[in-house]
């Protein structure tokens, strides 16, 4: 199962997960933090692989994780590549 870790990066290092999205029958859900996974059900984030100014949603599957570690890099939130288990 492929899967996409969402965390933030605490003051002294650590990882703390707030969000875990997994592909399954080419959907993706997410669990977590409920404001922060209800925001990317509604929002979406940008398509940075495709199209410029496209928004992507946990309805587009793996697409959608492909871009989760784009849209989320920074000093604070970050999202790790494409995992599997």
Known sequence: MKFVEI???????SKDIIAVCRLENKKVTC???KIFIEN???EG???Y?????AKLFPKDGI???ENLKLA???GYLNASGIQEK
């Open 63 to 65: 697409k959608f994780l």
């Open 31 to 33: 669990e977590g933090e």
């Open 49 to 53: 692989l495709k199209n410029e100014g």
């Open 40 to 42: 990317l059900k509604k």
């Open 72 to 74: 989320f890099k920074s």
């Open 7 to 13: 965390y933030k990066i605490q003051n002294n290092g």
């Open 45 to 47: 984030i940008p398509d």
